[in-house]
């Protein structure tokens, strides 16, 4: 499985961006996937996942109410809707896969297949 992640960028505090994933190699409806950041000098930290068979979603605290991840099964391909940015949410943004869901979804442990990141900067 190779993943892509796209769309970040520059945004001011309060903007919106929406970042893409698309996976290759995927032959199948059980998987699991998720979106992680990691900022300067921090650990890599949950942000969203989604289990591809059911479109179950799952937040992190700081993205709930704001952040809206889906899927387009057609293009094989995943989106993090970001609203109501933050500079706090400044980060390299990655989606990862996993074969089969796990209940410890927000562990990047859990996770075999890592896109290359893709940078969200947030201004004032």
């Known amino acids: 499985v190779q993943l892509q992640a796209s769309g970040g960028g520059l945004v001011q505090t309060g903007g919106s961006v929406r970042l893409s994933c698309s996976a290759s190699?995927?032959?199948?409806?059980?998987?699991?996937m998720g979106w992680f950041r990691q900022a300067p000098g921090k650990e890599r930290e949950f942000v969203a996942a989604?289990?591809?068979?059911?479109?179950?979603?799952y937040y992190s605290d700081s993205a709930k109410g704001r952040f809206t991840i889906s899927r387009d099964n057609a293009k094989m391909t995943m989106h993090l809707q970001m609203n109501s940015l933050k500079a706090e949410d400044t980060a390299l943004y990655y989606c990862?896969?996993?074969?089969?869901?796990?209940?410890?979804?927000?562990?990047?442990?859990?996770?075999?297949?890592w896109g290359q990141g893709t940078l969200v900067t947030v201004s004032s």
């Open positions: 990862a896969a996993r074969y089969g869901w796990s209940v410890a979804y927000y562990d990047p442990r859990q996770y075999a297949n």
């Open positions: 190699g995927v032959t199948t409806m059980n998987y699991g």
């Open positions: 989604l289990r591809w068979s059911t479109r179950s979603t």
